[in-house]
């Protein structure tokens, strides 16, 4: 939804009608009316230039891109399962993330850091579009733009010379535009050996910060300064050409394809143990190919 003095704007014409209930305190003798409106619905082309201007950034890109394409197919997906995605990324998170704390945190003398909370909320990312690429190179590439207002409860606990402090990250908001290469891409599944990730541009990353149930970033100058900071660390690892190698397979192998079809056929066993206590044994032949 999108407020404009004097009127209502909606991005979608489907509005839900919320109860609402007003109290006020009127004085003897005063005449007082009401008027309650419906909201005005207007399609984008019957809007004015300064209007359309203001509505820019939250249009996706497929609207505004024609090389942008839509894929709604991909947000419901991860609306539908996102409860599970959730679970699933912040186990793996917590598996990667605990022996690189385990091994760190002796050289600051700190006693442990454990996550006492550790959810990613109720909220999907969005994908406003995807552009792909088409090469003459056996791969495929994607740039999808990707934004996500979430609302996470992260609770670490850090314990130094006896003292615990508790620190949370709430509110966070993401907002980035990967490249993802699937290459080479191979005749085995899942059909491609690598992943490579780059950021196109410097990501928006905005997120609330609490210290024992104090709001850190409420501190003046802390705010954009960690903000920078965090843009310049990622942009430093993972800005375009730097990249972000996942392998998958092993592309000399699976690059590998078969050259025929070897036939073998067992024409008699003799002196065969039974190891079976009850009914028939049950002989298997092992085959090495070298």
Known sequence: MIWYPNRIMFEEASISRLPITLSFVIPPGSAVSFLFMDPVIRPLVEQDSQSLLQL????????????????????????????????????????????????????????????????????????????????????????????WAGNPNVTIAVKAFGLKATVQVVDLQVFAQPRITLKPLVPSFPCFAKILVSLMEKPHVDFGLKLAGADLMSIPGLYRFVQELIKDQVANMYLWPKTLEVQILDPTKAMKKPVGILHVKVLRALKLRKKDLLGASDPYVKLKAH
């Open 56 to 147: 820019l950034p939250e249009i996706p890109l497929w609207v505004k891109n024609p090389d942008y394409d839509r894929i709604d197919w991909l947000n419901k997906f991860l609306e539908v399962m996102w409860p599970y995605l959730d679970k699933a990324i912040c186990k793996t998170a917590k598996n990667i993330a605990t022996p690189i704390i385990a091994e760190q945190i002796p050289k600051y003398k700190i006693e442990s850091v454990e996550f006492e909370t550790l959810t990613l909320g109720s909220l999907p990312p969005t994908f406003q579009g995807m552009k792909v690429y088409l090469t003459e190179e056996k791969e495929l590439i994607m740039e999808p733009s990707l934004k």
